[in-house]
């Protein structure tokens, strides 16, 4: 076959740019390529963020995908593979949430003793007490401290009752009334009971209310 000449060549490569710049727009305005994927709505404060933020595409080619499933299903592979998007991940939410300071890191909980309190709590992943499209912002509760506080007792408390007596009287609802979770909010922890959060607040917070620990925060989320 003859090849055409040079200059036709360019004319063409110009002429498709149009349409394969047009189809990639398509694919990342928000809105169009996410309708795809319509779920529940996202928390308010993760208003704006695309989609593919958090939701990965799944590796390898549909035709790939579809191929492994099959061979997953007749029992030629042990595991399932991903479809169309992987699972979303912590990393995924670390990539704009990471802090130096983070006063109960996921990977600290990997360490052996913590295996009994896994089974009560996922703590070894944002997902295990964080939703994204669900009903509540986070689903943790507000009495999870117990699982790894139980014995706790300082060297010398400064609370009017101390934390023993706290603890002893099973008032794991107050820990949230005066420390926050992840240490990321600067409030001053209160000394004294009458001082501490309503549980009710905390709960309403838990479930997607405002901030009750005063709005100033060490790091805020990444903006893409
Ligand atoms: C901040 C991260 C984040 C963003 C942004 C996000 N999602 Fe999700 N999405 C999640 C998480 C986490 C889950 C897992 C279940 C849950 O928590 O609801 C999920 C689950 C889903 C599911 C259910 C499928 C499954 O694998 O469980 C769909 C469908 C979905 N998201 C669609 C969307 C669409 C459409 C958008 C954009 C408008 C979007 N998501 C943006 C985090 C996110
Ligand atoms: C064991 C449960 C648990 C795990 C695991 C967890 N969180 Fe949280 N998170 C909470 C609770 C409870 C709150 C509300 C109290 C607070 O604001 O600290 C919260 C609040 C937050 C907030 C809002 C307050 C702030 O610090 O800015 C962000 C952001 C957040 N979590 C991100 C994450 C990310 C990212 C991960 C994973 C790396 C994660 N969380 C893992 C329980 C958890
Ligand atoms: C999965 C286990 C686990 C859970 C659940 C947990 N913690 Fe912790 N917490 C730890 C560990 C481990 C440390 C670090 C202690 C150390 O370094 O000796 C810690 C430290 C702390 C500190 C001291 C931080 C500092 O910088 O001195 C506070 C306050 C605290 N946790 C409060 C809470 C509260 C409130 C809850 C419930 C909302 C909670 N924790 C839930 C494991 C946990
Ligand atoms: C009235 C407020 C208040 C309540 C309620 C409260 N704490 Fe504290 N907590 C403090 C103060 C104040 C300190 C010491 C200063 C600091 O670490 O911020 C402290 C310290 C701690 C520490 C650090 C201990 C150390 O050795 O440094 C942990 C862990 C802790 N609290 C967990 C809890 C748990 C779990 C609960 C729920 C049973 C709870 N706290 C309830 C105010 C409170
Ligand atoms: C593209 C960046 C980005 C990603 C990815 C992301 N976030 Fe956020 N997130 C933000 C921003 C920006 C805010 C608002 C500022 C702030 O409060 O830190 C925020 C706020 C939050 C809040 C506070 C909500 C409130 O009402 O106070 C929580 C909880 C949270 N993110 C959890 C997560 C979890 C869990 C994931 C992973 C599934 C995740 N984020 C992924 C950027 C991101």
Known sequence: MRMPPAKSLRLYATLM??????????????????????HGPLLEKHDGL??????LRA???????IQAEL????GLRQTPVDFGYQPVRSDQCLHCHARANERHPIYRFQEPRFRQALTEVAATSCLGCHSEHGDVKIHSGSTFCSVCHDGLALKSDPLDVSHVTLIRESLWDSCMGCHDFHGNHGHNTPDRIENALPIQEVQAYLRGGHDPYGGFKYYRGATP
């Open 50 to 55: 695309a989609c593919s933020t958090c939701h």
């Open 17 to 38: 740019i149009v349409p394969v710049t047009a189809l990639s727009v398509s694919v990342m305005i928000p809105g169009q390529g996410q309708r795809v994927l319509a």
């Open 71 to 74: 061979r997953h299903m007749v």
């Open 59 to 65: 590796l390898g080619s549909t035709r790939q995908q």
